[in-house]
C-alpha cells in the first residue's frame, strides 16, 4: 500500500514555469520537472564552450567543437540514456533517526523510499543551470549548477541545505563520470569507444588534488609511435581533504557501506572525479563546495 501510494504520488505530479529570483538574478523555474519526459537544453558562454544537456542529467560538453570534448559527444538520444553513467552522480549515506538512509539525488535508485520534488532553474541569459531535488523524507536539499569560466572551464557548483532541527552526519560522494582523455576525437568516440577505454589512464596530483585524464598512447593504424601528449584535468574546492577517486568502481561499494579507498593510477577504465567525505551538519545548515574540469592542458 505504501510503495502504491509513492506510485500515485510520482504520477500526480504537474509542471508548471514561472519566474523567479535568485540571488537578485531572474531564472526560469520548471517545477516537477521529473513529470515530464525528458527535453534537451543547450548552456551558452562568451567564450568557447559548449555544453547540450537533459533533463535528467545526462550530458556532453567540451570546447571549440566535438574535437575537443569533455564527455563523449553523441546524439540526444543516446545522451538522455547516458544520465546513469555521464555527467554528475551524487550520492548520500545520511544517518538519521538511527538509520542510514541512502539517498542518490535524481536517479531512480531509492526513490520509492522517499518523498521528494525535483526542479530545473535556467538563468534568462542562458549560461547557468540548476537541478534541485528537495527530500521532504530526510529535510534535505541538494541542488548542483552548471556554469563556465574562460580560465577554469566547466564548474559544477554543489550545495547540501539541512532543514533538520538537528545537528545530522551526511557521507557524501560527488562527481563527473565518464571523464574523456583528451585527444579522442569524433571518430574514434563513435567507431571504437571500446578501444579507446584500453589506452585510457587516469592519474591524481595528490598534492593539489588534480585530477589527469590521458591516453597512455594515441591508437593510430600504423606501426608508429604515437604518444599523447595532452590531458584532460579536473579538481575541486570547499571539501578539505576528501578521498578522492578517479573511476566510478568504488560506487556501488559506497551505497552498500564499505569503505573506499583512494585512487591514484587507474588505467582501462571510463575517468570519473570523485570526492569523498564525512559531513557534519548542524541545525539549517549550508554546505557548499565546487567541482571544476577543463579540456586540453599540456
Known amino acids: 500500500m505504501i510503495e502504491d501510494n509513492m506510485t500515485k504520488d510520482q504520477t500526480s505530479k504537474t509542471s508548471n514555469l514561472e519566474q523567479v529570483r535568485l540571488n537578485g538574478e531572474k531564472f526560469l523555474k520548471i517545477n516537477n520537472n521529473d513529470a515530464m519526459r525528458p527535453f534537451f537544453m543547450s548552456i551558452v558562454s562568451d567564450s568557447n564552450h559548449w555544453m547540450f544537456i537533459s533533463s535528467n542529467g ?11 570534448a569533455l564527455f563523449p559527444y553523441y546524439t540526444d538520444d543516446k545522451i538522455t540514456e547516458s544520465a546513469n553513467y555521464t555527467g554528475s552522480k551524487t550520492i548520500f549515506r545520511v544517518h538519521l533517526n538511527d538509520a542510514i538512509n541512502v539517498w542518490e539525488p535524481f536517479s531512480n535508485r531509492f526513490v520509492e523510499q522517499y518523498q521528494i520534488t525535483r526542479n530545473i532553474y535556467k538563468n534568462i541569459y542562458g549560461n547557468k543551470l540548476f537541478f534541485e531535488e528537495i527530500n521532504h523524507s530526510l529535510n534535505l536539499t541538494f541542488t548542483y549548477r552548471w556554469s563556465t569560466s574562460d580560465q577554469f572551464g566547466f564548474i559544477k557548483k554543489s550545495q547540501l541545505v539541512s532543514h533538520n532541527s538537528t545537528p545530522i552526519k551526511v557521507e557524501v560522494v560527488d562527481g563527473l563520470q565518464n571523464i574523456l582523455p583528451a585527444g579522442v576525437v569524433s571518430d574514434l568516440q563513435t567507431q571504437s569507444s571500446n578501444l579507446v ?20 598512447a594515441v591508437p593510430v593504424d600504423k606501426a608508429e609511435p604515437s604518444e ?35 585512487e591514484t593510477d587507474v588505467k ?23 567541482i571544476g574540469a577543463d579540456v586540453n592542458y599540456n
Open 58 to 68: 545526462g550530458l556532453t560538453a567540451g570546447r571549440r567543437n566535438a574535437e575537443y
Open 197 to 216: 577505454d584500453a589506452y585510457k589512464r587516469n592519474e591524481l596530483d595528490k598534492k593539489t588534488g588534480l585530477g589527469i585524464f590521458a591516453l597512455s
Open 228 to 262: 599523447a601528449l595532452k590531458a584532460n584535468v579536473a579538481w575541486s574546492l570547499g571539501i578539505e581533504n576528501p578521498t578522492l577517486l578517479l573511476s566510478s568502481l568504488q560506487l556501488e561499494n559506497f551505497r552498500t557501506g564499505k569503505n573506499l579507498t583512494e
Open 268 to 290: 582501462a577504465e571510463k575517468g570519473a572525479y570523485f570526492i569523498n567525505k564525512t559531513l557534519h551538519l548542524e541545525a539549517e545548515e549550508t554546505i557548499t563546495w565546487h
